[in-house]
């Protein structure tokens, strides 16, 4: 089955926090770049970070610069957002999601594939 699958996702108090995971299957992950979409309630998806898979390029959002990382284990088909420094604007639902053209070209529209998502909670 070809799937997208989010974890990681909880309640944190400003200045912690956490790590995502998205575990891919049934499809050939290093043809693929991998893109970090959040969205708060009443506002449209914005691309938080991406990687290309094969290459291990990243690109970033600049309010997440310097606080956010992003990597890859190929080996276990697993895309991982490492969040520090969270701030209750992050607050937001986390959804990963794939597709065969580059990170630039992640539109929220025409993506390939999501997974379900995983709600980030920040408490001031």
């Known amino acids: 089955e070809v799937q997208l699958v989010e974890s990681g996702g909880g309640l944190v108090q400003a200045g912690g926090s956490l790590r995502l995971s998205c575990a891919a299957s049934g499809f050939t992950f290093d043809d693929y770049a991998i893109t970090w979409f959040r969205q708060a309630p009443g506002i449209e998806p914005e691309g938080v970070s991406c990687i290309s898979v094969n290459d291990g390029n990243t690109y970033y959002k600049d309010s997440v610069k310097g606080r956010f990382t992003i990597s890859s284990d190929n080996a276990k088909n697993t895309v991982y957002l490492q969040m520090n420094a969270l701030k209750p604007a992050d607050t937001a639902v986390y959804y990963c999601?794939?597709?065969?053209?580059?990170?630039?070209?992640?539109?929220?529209?025409?993506?390939?594939?999501w997974g379900q998502g995983t709600l980030v909670t920040v408490s001031s």
């Open positions: 999601a794939a597709d065969k053209r580059p990170c630039t070209d992640h539109v929220p529209g025409y993506i390939e594939l």
